[in-house]
């Protein structure tokens, strides 16, 4: 189970930063590009706390946070079921999380790109590791909900 999860992990950690790079390659900060009129943007912002303005300019303190969140995970990853659904949970919320941690690390900030509008609210703009924590997240609610967080007597193995 384990190394499936890594190998979900790494493939999102890859699709996150690759696409972080490439808006980095092609767009400036604050540049902004249309898909759908007044609903789906790209646009190049770095982001120094969470969503909605949260924790700005507390690098060390997110860093330790996101650290922390990656050991409770990795603990909490042998506490559910074996299935499909709990496996592509770990993995989404394990790549997520190491795709904004590396960029905080090593930069100081987080690259988002994804600009979205709804019924004329402006949604925090995001990142496919914002995406993958989200879907992680659900995957998760839905597993302990159908029972997937029971013990395995075999520890995971």
């Not at 190998?7 to 999102?12: L, R």
């Not at 019924?119 to 597993?143: E, K, Q, R, W």
Request: charged share 15%; proline share 1%.
């Amino acid at each position: 189970m384990t190394k499936k999860i890594f190998i979900i992990g790494i493939i999102c950690l890859f699709i996150d930063q690759v696409s972080k790079s490439l808006i980095d390659i092609y767009f400036t900060v604050g540049e902004s590009y249309k898909l759908i009129d007044n609903f789906l943007y790209i646009s190049s912002y770095y982001n120094t706390g969470v969503a909605w303005g949260l924790l700005d300019n507390m690098r060390y303190i997110i860093i330790i946070i996101s650290i922390m969140a990656i050991i409770v995970l990795y603990r909490y990853m042998f506490c559910f079921k074996k299935n499909i659904r709990t496996i592509v949970s770990f993995g989404l919320l394990l790549g997520g999380i190491l795709g904004n941690l590396l960029d905080r690390i090593i930069l100081g900030y987080v690259r988002d790109f994804i600009d979205v509008l709804i019924f004329s609210y402006d949604f925090p703009v995001f990142n496919f590791a914002d995406i993958f924590i989200c879907i992680g997240i659900f995957l998760l609610i839905i597993s302990i909900i159908k029972g997937d967080d029971k013990h395995e007597t075999n520890n995971g193995k």
